[in-house]
């Protein structure tokens, strides 16, 4: 294992809106440079995590792992690819729900040993059962190194891999006891697995690579970027193991009622890539089709908030004949510095992010379509901003519904006192904003942008039917009202 600790992140507050639990990515593919194939793969789940990056490397002796905080260009470097030779690789890249984000313990992949050999295991999702699990291991005598679930499926894997003398029967007795969200990629020194746990809440894509080999990853744009064709998705429940004797699977527990995140959809997946078998891009211009339907407005310029709002805005734009225009630029990289900003840069807020673009928007009457609003404070210095630059009027266009309940299947909206829509109405949030007018999108226009059933979707946050049923222990101190909760 290698690796240094950087700096932690000095820009810590957290921005008004969800963030991904983490991207996933590996790779059997013996004659390749497996390494470079997950540097590049990660580089595509960048958005997904960007507290630490890391990759594991097996060649059917040795595993060795590089990892550190921050970007995964930050984190490799050539002489660290060099060294990263073998056959088999998973990387992972990181946004902490659970552990202390600074801490190099808690970057992933995660090193465990069974016996005489090494396993390495990175995960996105978020379990629901983790205290309970952590306090019967503890009991049992499993000693911690940090504090994330991951650490907790690793620990049961190797314990259940120790007992039926097999990864697959400790991978299998794992997800029988685990709870929640997770999509995990797991390596031995010769070996790859993933699986998924029963609801499919988090994306995983298995797709195969010319020379014969196959690559796992989160979103399907990682697959494209190594030249990986698209075979199907992990099935929720399924457990795959690819090695010597090629591609096995097996359905490791029943699936339960689908529950996709529906945020993949309107915020956290990049735009051009595909789940259940629709394209990302063309859902959000459906969504921002129908919001000009239910939601139209007397203006002059539709824009988008980059990046999401913006394929949703040329759907606004097409459907209700207003021209599009580029209104926002963003800085693209300087929402995870290691270089902290100085006060007045701070107190800037949403300007360190977007820069209006004034001769376009000043004197204008705006569309601006943006995916959500969770606490109200980014978007509210959105609009001053755009104003500030010349706006004339600003008409906001959201392509989800309210977020009124906190997530706890690996997305950080915290506690329901946090979020603006859980005890306010809409023309109360119009308000604090500052915008001349606000529209939110419907559940059933949301959904039925994607093509396919409300029953494949996990909706809780927008509806509080949570479909994988939370711990009184961690329902505690998240809601208003200590409501029963389906
Ligand atoms: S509660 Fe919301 S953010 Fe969390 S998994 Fe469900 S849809 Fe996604």
Redesign the pocket.
């Given at each position: 294992m290698t690796g240094h600790l950087l700096p932690p992140t000095t820009v810590a507050e957290r921005p008004d809106r969800?963030e991904e639990a983490c991207g996933v990515f590996g790779v059997y593919a013996p004659g390749e440079d497996v390494a470079r194939l997950t540097y590049f793969g990660l580089h595509a789940l960048q958005h997904r995590g960007q507290e630490s990056a890391g990759i594991a490397v097996g060649d059917g002796h040795t595993l060795t792992v590089v990892k550190n905080l921050g970007l995964v260009p930050q984190v490799f470097k050539e002489s660290d690819l060099a060294t990263l030779q073998g056959h088999v690789a998973i990387g992972h890249t990181r946004y902490s729900t659970t552990g202390a984000s600074s801490k190099w313990e808690n970057a992933q992949p995660m090193l465990s040993s069974i016996g005489p050999n090494t396993i390495a295991l990175a995960h996105n999702g978020n379990l629901v059962n983790t205290l309970e699990l952590r306090q019967q291991l503890k009991g049992a005598g499993f000693r911690f190194r940090s504090t994330t679930d991951s650490e907790v499926i690793a620990s049961l894997v190797d314990h259940f891999t120790q007992r039926h003398n097999s990864i697959r029967g400790g991978i299998r007795e794992t997800m029988q006891l685990i709870s929640g969200?997770y999509s995990v990629v797991l390596m031995t020194e010769e070996a790859l697995y993933a699986f998924r746990d029963p609801h499919g809440?988090?994306p995983l894509a298995l797709g195969s690579l010319a020379g014969g080999g196959w690559v796992v990853a989160s979103e399907t744009c990682a697959l494209d970027i190594v030249g990986a064709a698209w075979v199907r998705d992990v099935r929720p429940g399924e457990m795959i193991k690819v090695g010597a004797r090629g591609l096995q699977s097996e359905q490791a527990v029943p699936e339960s009622r689908h529950?996709?995140?529906?945020?993949?959809f309107v915020y956290?997946a990049r735009p051009d890539s595909v789940l259940l078998d629709c394209s990302l891009y063309e859902a959000r211009m459906r969504m921002g089709e129908a919001m000009a339907r239910t939601a139209p407005a007397d203006a002059d310029l539709v824009i988008g908030v980059p990046d999401t709002g913006g394929p949703a805005a040329v759907g606004f734009a097409k459907a209700s004949g207003i021209p599009y225009a580029e209104g926002l630029v963003k800085n693209r990289y300087v929402g995870r510095t290691f270089i902290s900003p100085t006060q007045s840069l701070r107190q800037q807020g949403i300007r360190l992010k977007l820069n209006p673009l004034k001769h376009v928007i000043e004197g204008k009457r705006l569309v601006v379509v943006d995916d959500s609003i969770v606490r109200g404070n980014t978007t509210r210095q959105l609009v001053a901003l755009l104003k500030d630059a010349g706006a004339s009027e600003v008409h906001m266009r959201i392509t989800s519904p309210p977020?009124k309940?906190?997530?706890?299947?690996?997305?950080d909206?915290d506690t329901q006192e946090q979020l603006i829509a859980s005890d306010h109405t809409v023309e109360e949030i119009r308000a604090h904003i500052g915008a001349d007018s606000l529209a939110y999108l419907s559940v059933e226009d949301m959904v039925a942008a994607t093509g396919r059933p409300a029953g494949e979707?996990?909706?809780?946050?927008?509806t509080g039917e949570?479909?994988i049923e939370i711990p009184e222990s961690v329902r505690r101190g998240k809601f208003r009202i200590e409501a029963p909760v389906r």
């Amino acid at each position: 294992m290698t690796g240094h600790l950087l700096p932690p992140t000095t820009v810590a507050e957290r921005p008004d809106r969800p963030e991904e639990a983490c991207g996933v990515f590996g790779v059997y593919a013996p004659g390749e440079d497996v390494a470079r194939l997950t540097y590049f793969g990660l580089h595509a789940l960048q958005h997904r995590g960007q507290e630490s990056a890391g990759i594991a490397v097996g060649d059917g002796h040795t595993l060795t792992v590089v990892k550190n905080l921050g970007l995964v260009p930050q984190v490799f470097k050539e002489s660290d690819l060099a060294t990263l030779q073998g056959h088999v690789a998973i990387g992972h890249t990181r946004y902490s729900t659970t552990g202390a984000s600074s801490k190099w313990e808690n970057a992933q992949p995660m090193l465990s040993s069974i016996g005489p050999n090494t396993i390495a295991l990175a995960h996105n999702g978020n379990l629901v059962n983790t205290l309970e699990l952590r306090q019967q291991l503890k009991g049992a005598g499993f000693r911690f190194r940090s504090t994330t679930d991951s650490e907790v499926i690793a620990s049961l894997v190797d314990h259940f891999t120790q007992r039926h003398n097999s990864i697959r029967g400790g991978i299998r007795e794992t997800m029988q006891l685990i709870s929640g969200a997770y999509s995990v990629v797991l390596m031995t020194e010769e070996a790859l697995y993933a699986f998924r746990d029963p609801h499919g809440v988090r994306p995983l894509a298995l797709g195969s690579l010319a020379g014969g080999g196959w690559v796992v990853a989160s979103e399907t744009c990682a697959l494209d970027i190594v030249g990986a064709a698209w075979v199907r998705d992990v099935r929720p429940g399924e457990m795959i193991k690819v090695g010597a004797r090629g591609l096995q699977s097996e359905q490791a527990v029943p699936e339960s009622r689908h529950a996709l995140c529906m945020f993949e959809f309107v915020y956290f997946a990049r735009p051009d890539s595909v789940l259940l078998d629709c394209s990302l891009y063309e859902a959000r211009m459906r969504m921002g089709e129908a919001m000009a339907r239910t939601a139209p407005a007397d203006a002059d310029l539709v824009i988008g908030v980059p990046d999401t709002g913006g394929p949703a805005a040329v759907g606004f734009a097409k459907a209700s004949g207003i021209p599009y225009a580029e209104g926002l630029v963003k800085n693209r990289y300087v929402g995870r510095t290691f270089i902290s900003p100085t006060q007045s840069l701070r107190q800037q807020g949403i300007r360190l992010k977007l820069n209006p673009l004034k001769h376009v928007i000043e004197g204008k009457r705006l569309v601006v379509v943006d995916d959500s609003i969770v606490r109200g404070n980014t978007t509210r210095q959105l609009v001053a901003l755009l104003k500030d630059a010349g706006a004339s009027e600003v008409h906001m266009r959201i392509t989800s519904p309210p977020v009124k309940w906190p997530c706890f299947y690996g997305i950080d909206t915290d506690t329901q006192e946090q979020l603006i829509a859980s005890d306010h109405t809409v023309e109360e949030i119009r308000a604090h904003i500052g915008a001349d007018s606000l529209a939110y999108l419907s559940v059933e226009d949301m959904v039925a942008a994607t093509g396919r059933p409300a029953g494949e979707y996990c909706l809780a946050c927008f509806t509080g039917e949570y479909p994988i049923e939370i711990p009184e222990s961690v329902r505690r101190g998240k809601f208003r009202i200590e409501a029963p909760v389906r």
